[in-house]
């Protein structure tokens, strides 16, 4: 593995996530491995859990961080081609992904899509450059359109918590505020449609994902039908697809606990962060049967276990 861009990285993603479980029984265990290795890890977004079990991830496998946060303790950077420089950006990731290359044995990063044309946020150009232009392993810390740390961490938490073994795994659009990403919910989809198990979408009509991500995956419009006899409810948001971007409400799809009861005693699962009483009510995230927190537990693992991956193609 020479990066971890998306799914397409990984040959088995079942095994991984199983080794990634196993990771957990002596975390410590690989410290030499990153001796003297530098991560670089750049965020054009906020973020908590990425920032935090990143850095954890790379502290039990002996590996150094530098953190950069674009536009806060790192200048602004331009990232069209052909741009002329004479607004906020100081520096364009021409120069700035080769020289933070040279400090560091691999990079991370995190670029949200603009949602303003989908044509541009497909190409991935943050992404593609950090892969093309580093010459070093560069790990997704959520894209574009993809965050495959977080689907791995889901697998993880899935297979942990999985009451038979081909459980019936639904991702539900909830609603929000402002248009969000189609990051989680598509990367989520493509892992699902390789794992071992029964996995349907349900949303309002209307709010389809692109079929390069959901191909294989049953779409119910019935939210209760689809939550039916499901041992997991994934609750995400996302803005439309093919009015890419357009914020739409729907408020009636929250989730709560009398929607919860249609299922098989579901485990309730969200990437986080969530809005409370917008998304899913305080008696879900509240109750017995959410697994938040270990889901964001679990992204520690993940990452571990690709970073242990990729330092095997360092040269020494
Ligand atoms: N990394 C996890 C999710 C990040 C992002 N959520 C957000 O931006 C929520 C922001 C808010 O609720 O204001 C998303 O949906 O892709
Ligand atoms: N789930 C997730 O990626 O959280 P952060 O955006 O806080 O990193």
């Given at each position: 593995m020479n990066n971890f861009l998306s799914l397409d990285d990984v040959s088995d993603p079942m095994a991984f996530?199983?080794?990634?479980?196993?990771?957990?029984k002596?975390?410590?265990?690989d410290m030499h491995l990153g001796r003297g290795k530098m991560l670089g890890m750049v965020f054009f977004n906020s973020s908590l859990r990425t920032r935090m079990s990143v850095q954890k991830a790379a502290f039990n496998l002996g590996i150094?961080?530098?953190?950069?946060?674009?536009?806060g303790d790192l200048w602004t950077l331009e990232t069209q081609d052909g741009a002329v420089m004479n607004g906020k950006a100081a520096e364009h990731i021409k120069e700035a992904v080769p020289v933070m290359a040279n400090y560091c044995d691999i990079l991370a990063v995190r670029c949200f899509p603009g949602l303003e044309n989908r044509d541009i946020d497909s190409e991935?150009?943050?992404?593609?450059?950090?892969?093309?232009?580093?010459?070093?392993?560069v790990v997704n810390m959520e894209s574009a359109t993809l965050h495959p740390l977080q689907s791995l961490a889901d697998l993880i938490t899935i297979l942990e918590h999985q009451p038979k073994p081909r459980p019936k795994v639904v991702l539900s659009w909830a609603p929000h505020i402002k248009p969000l990403p189609h990051c989680v919910s598509n990367s989520f989809s493509q892992w699902m449609n390789k794992a071992d198990v029964e996995f349907v979408i349900t949303h309002p009509k209307g709010l389809e994902l692109g079929t390069k991500y959901t191909k294989g995956a049953v779409i119910e419009h019935d939210q209760r039908k689809a939550f039916e006899g499901a041992d997991f409810i994934y609750a995400k948001n996302w803005s439309s697809y093919n009015d890419y971007g357009k914020f739409m409400d729907a408020p009636e799809w929250i989730i709560d606990a009398e929607k919860m009861a249609w299922t098989n005693q579901a485990r309730f699962m969200h990437c986080l962060p969530v809005r409370r009483n917008v998304e899913v009510a305080d008696d879900v995230l509240d109750g017995p049967h959410s697994i938040v927190v270990k889901q964001a537990a679990n992204r520690e693992f993940a990452t571990?276990?690709?970073?242990?991956?990729?330092?095997?193609?360092?040269?020494?």
């Open positions: 996530a199983r080794e990634a479980i196993e990771l957990k002596n975390p410590l265990a150094q961080t530098m953190v950069l946060n674009v536009g991935e150009k943050i992404l593609t450059a950090f892969a093309t232009k580093s010459g070093k392993p571990q276990r690709v970073l242990k991956e990729l330092l095997k193609e360092l040269k020494h």
